[in-house]
């Protein structure tokens, strides 16, 4: 069973297009070179099979590392604190897909401090294909390097970002809250930026940032971007 819910990238020779459905992909892929496909809701790049393979368990596999069978998430709206669960993973999906407005929803889980605004949980923003339009986000090849508490330099990939904030493939050595100093580099990027950023999500295989100061010229660089792919949620 397809997963025609996604909106789907190809990135390929260092070119990233989209979004497609998975059947304009499969009409793609025949003119691309070692393709990999990212959507809303993947950590990371996947190669064609992979992607495929993850469409064919009705995408399941696309959400990695998420408690599937634990019921340990729950939501509250905040005009009343009713607190609404426990849950699983897949059923508190199944249960905010059938609201309209998220303004006051928050989210309480693995990994989370506390209840947290529902747009700060990138994961469940792009499984459920919501957005605030001026945080549009959109999928990025990328690093991004910082200075560990240890004093070592570490990198990790970038695969997604908007003018507010990023998502990385990987957990970094900060909690929850925490605000550290990096640089942005990307081969999408015409200059590599210096950005202060601060953890708002915290998994083991995908970390969520927001940007607490971006230079003007960075947050520009970001903006002409992401507006290339203005269209991104409207196909």
């Not at 069978?69 to 905040?78: G, K, T």
């Not at 989370?112 to 923003?125: F, G, H």
């Not at 908007?162 to 640089?183: D, H, R, V």
Request: hydrophobic share 35%; aromatic share 10%.
């Amino acid at each position: 069973m397809s997963d025609t819910t996604k909106k789907w990238f190809i990135l390929s020779a260092g070119r990233i297009e989209g979004p497609w459905t998975p059947e304009e992909v499969e009409t793609k892929l025949p003119s691309t070179s070692e393709p990999l496909i990212w959507g809303r809701g993947l950590a990371d790049w996947l190669p064609v099979d992979s992607w495929r393979a993850a469409l064919q368990t009705g995408g399941a596999a696309l959400s990695e590392a998420i408690p599937f069978d634990e019921a340990s998430w729950s939501y509250r709206n905040r005009t009343d604190d009713r607190v609404h669960g426990p849950f699983t993973y897949v059923d508190l999906l199944a249960t905010l897909r059938e609201m309209k407005d998220f303004s006051d929803v928050e989210i309480s889980g693995p990994d989370l401090k506390d209840w947290s605004e529902i747009y700060e949980i990138q994961k469940i923003v792009d499984e459920l294909g919501i957005s605030r339009r001026a945080h549009q986000r959109v999928p990025m090849m990328g690093h991004l390097i910082f200075e560990a508490p240890s004093g070592e330099q570490q990198q990790v990939r970038v695969v997604s970002i908007s003018a507010g904030g990023m998502s990385l493939n990987e957990a970094t050595p900060f909690g929850i809250g925490t605000q550290f100093k990096a640089q942005l580099r990307s081969p999408n990027l015409y200059a590599e930026i210096a950005c202060t950023c601060e953890v708002v999500y915290s998994g083991p295989q995908q970390t969520g940032l927001r940007f607490t100061h971006l230079p003007a010229e960075g947050e520009s660089a970001i903006i002409e971007y992401v507006n290339k792919f203005k269209n991104l949620g409207e196909r």
